[in-house]
């Protein structure tokens, strides 16, 4: 996941800034990499649909970060999916909590 983040934020989608970036930066003074993301987050949901993005572009990225495996394309996508899908249900209550360790 954290490689797709990478990948989205080459193409100006950034999901690790957020009206909560002090809380998120505390909790990273602590742990790994930890984004939270809010339903403003919502306006990326057109670039994060996979039908946009070509398996053979992420399995480049995901290869020039060193993950170099027969469906690692098809992994880059699914990850799309979940984050599009994930970030899409979200209320306006709601923060997704995204860790990576």
Same mark, same amino acid.
């Given at each position: 996941?954290?490689?797709?983040?990478?990948?989205? =934020?080459?193409?100006?989608?950034?999901?690790?800034?957020?009206?909560?970036?002090?809380?998120?930066? =505390?909790?990273?003074?602590?742990?790994?990499?930890?984004?939270?993301?809010?339903? =403003?987050?919502? *306006?990326?949901?057109?670039?994060?649909?996979?039908?946009? @993005? *070509?398996?053979?572009?992420?399995? =480049? @990225?995901?290869?020039?970060? !060193?993950?170099?495996?027969?469906?690692? !394309?098809?992994? !880059?996508?699914?990850?799309?999916?979940?984050?599009?899908?994930?970030?899409?249900?979200? *209320?306006?209550?709601?923060?997704?909590?995204?860790?990576? @360790?």
């Amino acid at each position: 996941m954290l490689h797709v983040l990478s990948y989205l =934020a080459e193409r100006d989608v950034d999901l690790e800034q957020s009206e909560f970036d002090a809380e998120s930066a =505390a909790i990273n003074t602590v742990h790994d990499l930890t984004a939270l993301i809010t339903p =403003a987050h919502k *306006r990326f949901l057109d670039q994060l649909d996979p039908a946009g @993005h *070509r398996e053979e572009e992420l399995a =480049a @990225h995901l290869e020039e970060m !060193g993950l170099d495996f027969e469906e690692s !394309g098809m992994a !880059g996508l699914d990850a799309l999916t979940l984050l599009g899908d994930s970030i899409f249900e979200l *209320r306006d209550d709601q923060v997704l909590l995204l860790q990576i @360790h």
